[in-house]
């Protein structure tokens, strides 16, 4: 039996649209138990009534492309999933399956792929790999594609920092959180972002979580994203008057993610009270960052 731990992620961070992302601690635990013959999923926690049972079950496809580069056949296979991350809110619930059944399938076969073949392939299932580079290592990453490759960089978290996350009750798909963006920006905008993603690694890599308000802002996808989320505006505003260091969309949402070393307890409340306000029902989690990715911890 392959027992993989995955790490929830939450990536842009504000201005690093699709290149900054950082790993949680809130799991999701896969099992991989090869069997005689068919497949058999089992799934508890998050997303257990609408997770698939069948071959469409994103685990056992990312499991699946290990397996044909290794030329391994399964006879049967059992996957149990116990999942911690919220399905659709923007906290990495997809790359966690891609990266455990990609992770659990280099086990069984024996471990041919390395870090950075593992990180290429879950990005080519997933599309990006702002959520799969810290799932996979820990910490906060900073990721671009370049000839054909990622190209990966750990930032160790700053001492302190921690996250609190309002997670709305309703799911938001990326595919149409995605819809809303604009195919152009201006050149203004583009300025704007990547001064402040330059701000974000530099306060975050020296600790400096003062400059946090200032280098989470951003211009490339929030504004156009908070129609989704109703009263988006206003939890980033209550969350900053709470004490937040920086606060933002949680990937492509609908979760929200403030940054902060103190008042964790009434951030927390405000941020569910201001969404309640507008009409959004939630559930408010104080996470630490995960210093570690993906792991194994059980392969016999």
Request: net charge positive; charged share 20%; glycine share 10%.
């Amino acid at each position: 039996m392959i027992r993989v731990q995955i790490p929830a992620t939450s990536a842009n961070l504000g201005p690093g649209f699709d290149c900054l992302g950082m790993a949680l601690e809130l799991y999701n635990i896969i099992e991989m138990v090869p069997g005689s013959r068919g497949l058999t999923i089992e799934v508890s926690g998050e997303g257990a009534s609408d997770i698939p049972r069948d071959e469409s079950n994103l685990v056992y496809q990312a499991a699946g492309r290990v397996f044909r580069q290794a030329g391994y056949t399964p006879t049967g296979m059992k996957l149990r999933l116990f999942n911690q991350i919220p399905v659709a809110r923007g906290l990495g619930s997809s790359t966690s399956a891609i990266v455990g059944g990609i992770i659990a399938a280099n086990l069984l076969t024996g471990g041919g792929l390395s870090i950075k073949d593992i990180i290429s392939l879950a990005a080519s299932i997933e599309g990006h790999a702002d959520n799969v580079a810290p799932a996979v290592l820990g910490g906060i990453v900073v990721s671009v594609q370049a000839d054909d490759r990622i190209k990966s960089l750990k930032i160790k978290s700053p001492q302190g920092l921690r996250c609190v996350v309002a997670v709305p009750d309703y799911p938001l798909a990326t595919r149409a959180s995605r819809e809303v963006l604009p195919n152009q920006v201006s050149f203004q905008d583009a300025v704007f972002n990547v001064g402040r993603t330059a701000l974000l690694v530099a306060a975050l890599q020296q600790g400096d979580l003062s400059l946090l308000g200032t280098a989470m802002e951003d211009r490339l996808h929030q504004a156009f994203r908070s129609s989704l989320i109703p009263g988006l505006k206003k939890v980033l505003a209550a969350a900053k008057l709470a004490g937040a260091r920086g606060v933002t969309l949680s990937g492509a949402g609908p979760a929200i993610i403030a940054f902060a070393d103190s008042n964790l307890e009434l951030i927390a409340k405000v941020m569910g009270d201001t969404l309640r306000q507008n009409g959004v029902k939630s559930r408010v989690l104080i996470l630490k960052p995960s210093p570690v990715g993906a792991r194994a911890l059980e392969v016999k």
